[in-house]
């Protein structure tokens, strides 16, 4: 087992051990590390894992985790919020992979339209798939075709954060993708906990980008553009 700082949440780490072998963290293993590991990211898993006499001092928002977690909900708050903290953890990664495959205007637009195609091509198996007898060949069809619709819920998310990105950053600012960065990140802490984290984003922006991002630029850019986290699969 990897090592990990002990400021990492223990689901996180969970789910980092379980998913190691996936062809996809494979492929993006060098991400995940610096992720869980530099030293930049405490100041925001120290404050989300903070604690109360009678529980988190950021609970899990139940919009957030009916959206994000299938039925049943747990009960159990501990297991709550740790769904919750696994979840901004992937769309951290989600996010520091735009970051990292986007380094020009015209390969963003690319990769946007590349993401939107693909995520329709998948939709398209998803209905073509829903046509097979489920259990032929001892297979759960139904499974599979739910499997490439959440995928390309994923993808088209990515397209429409490759757009945002367009849209909310004044483009004369020379750490631009450093303040688009935290205006996602917040927008998903406050999302899921209940609060925007301003001072938190702005490290984690920085450490993904390595543009320095000021607190007040965040809390600028959050007052003025309304940003929303997809959960669910979307259905033709």
Same mark, same amino acid.
């Given at each position: 087992?990897?090592?990990?700082?002990?400021?990492?949440?223990?689901?996180?780490?969970?789910?980092?051990?379980?998913?190691?072998?996936?062809?996809?963290?494979?492929?993006?293993?060098?991400?995940?590390?610096?992720?869980?590991?530099?030293?930049?990211?405490?100041?925001?898993?120290?404050?989300?894992?903070?604690?109360?006499?009678?529980?988190?001092?950021?609970?899990?928002?139940?919009?957030?985790?009916?959206?994000?977690?299938?039925?049943?909900?747990?009960?159990?708050?501990?297991?709550?919020?740790?769904?919750?903290?696994?979840?901004?953890?992937?769309?951290?990664?989600?996010?520091?992979?735009?970051?990292?495959?986007?380094?020009? @205007?015209?390969?963003?637009?690319?990769? #946007?339209?590349? %993401? =939107?195609?693909? !995520?329709?091509? +998948?939709?398209?198996? $998803? &209905?073509?798939?829903?046509?097979?007898?489920?259990?032929?060949? @001892?297979?759960?069809?139904?499974?599979? #075709?739910?499997? %490439? =619709?959440?995928? !390309?819920?994923? +993808?088209?998310?990515? $397209? &429409?954060?490759?757009?945002?990105?367009?849209?909310?950053?004044?483009?004369?600012?020379?750490?631009?993708?450093?303040?688009?960065?935290?205006?996602?990140?917040?927008?998903?802490?406050?999302?899921?906990?209940?609060?925007?984290?301003?001072?938190?984003?702005?490290?984690?922006?920085?450490?993904?980008?390595?543009?320095?991002?000021?607190?007040?630029?965040?809390?600028?850019?959050?007052?003025?553009?309304?940003?929303?986290?997809?959960?669910?699969?979307?259905?033709?």
């Amino acid at each position: 087992m990897t090592s990990y700082p002990d400021w990492l949440p223990v689901p996180v780490i969970a789910w980092i051990e379980a998913n190691r072998d996936h062809p996809e963290h494979v492929a993006r293993a060098d991400l995940i590390h610096q992720i869980a590991a530099d030293p930049r990211g405490k100041v925001l898993w120290s404050e989300l894992t903070k604690r109360k006499p009678n529980g988190f001092v950021y609970p899990v928002q139940r919009t957030a985790i009916e959206g994000f977690c299938d039925p049943p909900i747990p009960t159990d708050e501990t297991e709550r919020h740790g769904i919750g903290l696994i979840f901004v953890f992937k769309q951290l990664l989600h996010i520091a992979i735009s970051v990292h495959a986007a380094k020009s @205007e015209a390969q963003r637009a690319q990769q #946007a339209e590349d %993401m =939107r195609r693909r !995520a329709a091509w +998948l939709r398209t198996e $998803a &209905d073509d798939t829903d046509l097979i007898p489920n259990g032929a060949g @001892e297979i759960d069809w139904r499974m599979v #075709a739910a499997g %490439m =619709r959440a995928k !390309a819920d994923v +993808l088209q998310q990515a $397209a &429409d954060a490759l757009g945002v990105y367009h849209l909310v950053v004044p483009h004369e600012r020379e750490n631009m993708t450093g303040i688009a960065t935290a205006l996602r990140i917040s927008t998903v802490t406050e999302t899921v906990f209940g609060k925007p984290l301003y001072r938190q984003s702005a490290a984690l922006a920085e450490m993904l980008t390595g543009e320095a991002v000021t607190i007040e630029q965040v809390r600028d850019l959050r007052r003025n553009h309304k940003v929303s986290v997809n959960f669910r699969p979307r259905r033709r």
